[in-house]
């Protein structure tokens, strides 16, 4: 098996751990603390030392400059939340093969200068010991593009970003979460947005409009209900990878400056989706209103028998994700 440590950064990203990306437990980081824990990560796995268990890590304060606006004091908040959040990482027993879950710190200490935007101001970290390892042994990963995260703005799109990213890789290209599952790996704290409009709007649509303008894939959701007023039980997702005129208009889009993004974003929302995968509807519209069910998309009239996208991916097959190969 490949291990995500024999992988090198390249083009396509840095190969973030699938460990890493499936972590629960997220939902007090805001957009800036993953940007910055991705550049963290990236720079221990570049490093080539990940394996040692004794080893920290040294960088220039100015890698960690995600915007230009920032303080010290905004830094030092987003640290002290990477240090304080307890995350779950589950993994299997090397000995027994038994599930278990690990909770740890994301990051070991963080020794800093003072004046964190001084000229030659560094940052040095390391990892919890416990995380280390199962990180070295990780065989699945996603490649993780430095710029498309710092472009982001919601947290929820760059944690869909990420699981999207992990599993582009894989055979079959749509995936149904129940809706728990769904919210822990998106990082939405216990009790927010427990409407299902709320959730739909603040959570799905914020995450995929971002998403969608800014990243490789394209993604479609549906949120899964027993009838029409029941609350939401699970959320499918589809992706697919852009190609042409939509690839261009994404690279285009990051190049831009984030005042004024989301009204761009929302109009190319708006257009067709230029490279829907093989097979599937075109004129997809998330709909509101009577008669439309939240987050749900609408398809024109069509001949019987017609799917929708997430089914047309679903009824093209897909089997078990490849562990490792991307």
């Known amino acids: 098996m490949s291990l995500t440590t024999q992988q090198i950064t390249n083009a396509a990203g840095f190969p973030k751990p699938a460990e890493l990306i499936e972590i629960t437990g997220t939902a007090a980081l805001e957009a800036q603390d993953r940007a910055i824990m991705n550049v963290l990560y990236q720079h221990a796995h570049d490093s080539g030392r990940l394996s040692d268990i004794l080893a920290d890590w040294t960088l220039p304060m100015t890698a960690l400059r995600i915007s230009k606006h920032e303080s010290n004091d905004r830094l030092h908040a987003s640290l002290d939340r990477l240090m304080r959040v307890v995350v779950t990482v ?33 940052i040095r970290f390391g990892l919890p010991k416990q995380l280390q390892p199962v990180l070295v042994a990780s065989g699945w990963w996603g490649r993780i593009k430095a710029a498309t995260v710092c472009a982001m703005t919601s947290k929820y799109a760059i944690a869909l970003y990420e699981m999207v990213q992990l599993r582009g890789g894989m055979d079959r290209c749509v995936e149904t979460f129940p809706v728990d599952r769904f919210r822990d790996l998106m990082g939405v704290p216990k009790g927010a947005y427990q409407q299902g409009p709320d959730f739909i709007r603040f959570v799905l649509e914020a995450a995929a409009l971002e998403v969608n303008g800014l990243s490789d894939y394209s993604v479609e959701f549906q949120v899964v209900r027993r009838h029409a007023r029941a609350p939401i039980t699970a959320v499918t997702l589809a992706w697919w990878r852009k190609e042409g005129d939509a690839f261009r208009a994404t690279h285009a889009e990051q190049q831009q400056p ?9 109009r190319m929302a708006q257009a067709e989706p230029p490279n829907p995968p093989p097979g599937a509807p075109t004129g997809r519209r998330t709909t509101r209103g009577k008669g439309a069910k939240m987050g749900q998309t609408k398809t024109p009239a069509a001949p019987a028998q017609q799917l929708d996208l997430v089914d047309t991916l679903a009824a093209q097959g897909a089997s078990s994700p490849p562990r490792g190969a991307k």
């Open 90 to 122: 589950p993994v299997f027993s090397a000995k027994t093969g038994e599930p278990r879950l690990i909770k740890t710190h994301l990051f070991d200490f963080f020794d800093l200068s003072a004046n964190a935007f001084a000229s030659g101001a560094t």
């Open 258 to 266: 984030k005042q004024g993004r989301t009204a761009r974003l929302r």
